[in-house]
Nanobody, 121 residues
Framework: VQLQASGGGLVQAGGSLRLSCAAS????????TGWFRQAPGKEREFVAA????????NYADSVKGRFTISRDNAKNTVYLQMNSLKPEDTAVYYC???????????????WGQGTQVTVSS
């Protein structure tokens, strides 16, 4: 499956952005999907994951209550709604898909290209 992330940009602190991850090649309903991010000089870190049906979600503590992951299997797309953005959310955001699971520290089978999110103070 190929993943194409979009929706990044420059936003002021407190603002919102919605990232999209469009899949092609195979139905995304076959995969657990998620988002990771990598800030300059830091390792890539887990942000959020969602089960195949969308019924189960998991978030990093740093984004809980501010970010919402969702998916539309009919549109073959996964979303990350980001609210109350902070300068420390600045990073390149990557979507990911795996046939088994997505969790911090686990290997991921498929990666999309990144989309830059910059939050100004």
């Amino acid at each position: 499956v190929q993943l194409q992330a979009s929706g990044g940009g420059l936003v002021q602190a407190g603002g919102s952005l919605r990232l999209s991850c469009a899949a092609s090649g195979r139905s995304i309903s076959s995969y657990v999907t998620g988002w990771f991010r990598q800030a300059p000089g830091k390792e890539r870190e887990f942000v959020a994951a969602i089960s195949r049906s969308g019924g189960v979600t998991n978030y990093a503590d740093s984004v809980k209550g501010r970010f919402t992951i969702s998916r539309d299997n009919a549109k073959n797309t996964v979303y990350l709604q980001m609210n109350s953005l902070k300068p420390e959310d600045t990073a390149v955001y990557y979507c990911a898909a795996d046939p088994r699971r997505i969790a911090p520290g686990d290997p991921v089978t498929y990666w999309g290209q990144g989309t830059q999110v910059t939050v100004s103070s």
